[in-house]
């Protein structure tokens, strides 16, 4: 059958968060190049087909093309590594400093990534700086509001970052899981599509779409401080993605199937 059970996801996520911990630095970076460059790609792609039809939705709905090569092509991408790699911790499969390892160096990738195509970008569209973007001008409106707009709040616009970014990776994270729900490409990428839709349609906060979307933003003018960038949003945000894929999908996924599969196997072994 096409369908795996959810008992076997959870076991297949403690196996996919020790490989990934195992995985070489050069690995690491280039693996977390493309998934922040291609993650880039799909940002552009979703902000282009709003601006085109004049409904939000239409960007939600397209978006998570990127998420597909991403998890199809076996890249890294750390928002999803939140919730596997921690379990394989949890399992005494991986280390902690592995999987601090794995974190920094997908991160260093993701922002090399992600700034290469920003600059490509800007160049693409605007041919070379002697044309206007409307696109170009979202990003630095979205680059403002995702720092400027939570400082103008302080401590509850911190708040605020952090639970939208909580709620952020709980949905991309499913998104990861539920690829790992069917055997077949296309049962796989119908099945990560639901959840990364959702996310993105509610204007959560994604690490490494905002790795993209904020120091575009500075290098197309926008008003934005590199403390300000890591301050108002990218610390809070990672934070706030890390607390949701690790708790909400990883853990709580792990303790519901994987516990009760092992005791109901005990329970039939000692009847035996």
């Given at each position: 059958?096409?369908?795996?059970k959810?008992e076997q996801?959870a076991?297949?996520?403690?196996a996919?968060g020790?490989?990934?911990?195992?995985?070489?630095v050069?690995?690491l970076?280039?693996r977390?190049?493309?998934?922040?460059?291609i993650l880039a790609?799909?940002?552009?792609l979703?902000?282009?087909?709003s601006?085109?039809?004049e409904i939000g939705?239409?960007?939600?709905?397209?978006?998570?093309?990127?998420?597909?090569?991403?998890?199809?092509l076996g890249?890294?991408?750390v928002?999803?590594?939140?919730a596997?790699i921690p379990l394989?911790?949890l399992?005494?499969r991986?280390?902690?400093s592995?999987?601090?390892?794995?974190?920094g160096?997908?991160?260093?990738?993701?922002i090399?990534?992600?700034?290469?195509?920003?600059?490509?970008?800007?160049?693409?569209?605007?041919?070379a700086?002697?044309?206007?973007?409307p696109?170009?001008?979202?990003?630095?409106g979205?680059a403002?509001a995702?720092?400027n707009g939570y400082?103008a709040l302080?401590a509850?616009?911190l708040?605020?970052?952090f639970?939208?970014?909580?709620l952020c990776?709980?949905?991309?994270?499913?998104?990861?899981?539920?690829?790992?729900t069917s055997?077949?490409t296309a049962?796989?990428?119908?099945a990560?599509?639901l959840?990364?839709l959702?996310?993105?349609a509610?204007?959560?906060?994604?690490?490494?779409?905002?790795?993209?979307?904020?120091?575009a933003g500075?290098?197309?003018g926008?008003?934005?401080?590199?403390?300000?960038?890591?301050l108002?949003?990218q610390?809070?945000?990672?934070l706030?993605?890390?607390?949701?894929?690790?708790?909400f999908t990883?853990?709580?996924l792990y303790?519901?199937?994987?516990?009760?599969e092992?005791?109901?196997?005990s329970?039939?072994?000692?009847?035996?």
């Open positions: 059958m096409d369908y795996v959810p996801v076991e297949q996520m403690a996919i020790e490989a990934k911990a195992r995985l070489s050069p690995d970076l280039l977390g190049f493309l998934g922040g460059a790609f799909a940002t552009t979703a902000y282009t087909a601006a085109q039809t939705l239409a960007g939600a709905l397209v978006f998570p093309v990127g998420f597909v090569i991403i998890v199809l890249l890294e991408l928002t999803g590594s939140f596997t394989a911790v399992r005494r991986a280390t902690i592995g999987m601090l390892r794995n974190f160096w997908v991160i260093a990738g993701h090399a990534g992600s700034a290469l195509y920003a600059a490509l970008f800007y160049i693409a569209v605007t041919n700086g002697h044309a206007a973007n696109i170009v001008q979202t990003i630095i979205a403002e995702k720092t400082a302080g509850d616009g708040l605020t970052v639970v939208k970014a909580v990776n709980w949905m991309v994270t499913l998104g990861v899981v539920m690829a790992m055997r077949s049962g796989k990428i119908m990560m599509w959840p990364v959702t996310f993105f509610q204007g959560f906060e994604h690490a490494v779409v905002n790795m993209f979307v904020i120091p500075i290098l197309y926008a008003d934005i401080t590199l403390g300000g960038w890591w108002w949003n610390l809070p945000v990672l706030g993605n890390f607390v949701g894929g690790m708790i990883g853990m709580f303790f519901t199937h994987v516990k009760k092992k005791a109901s196997a329970q039939h072994t000692k009847a035996a």
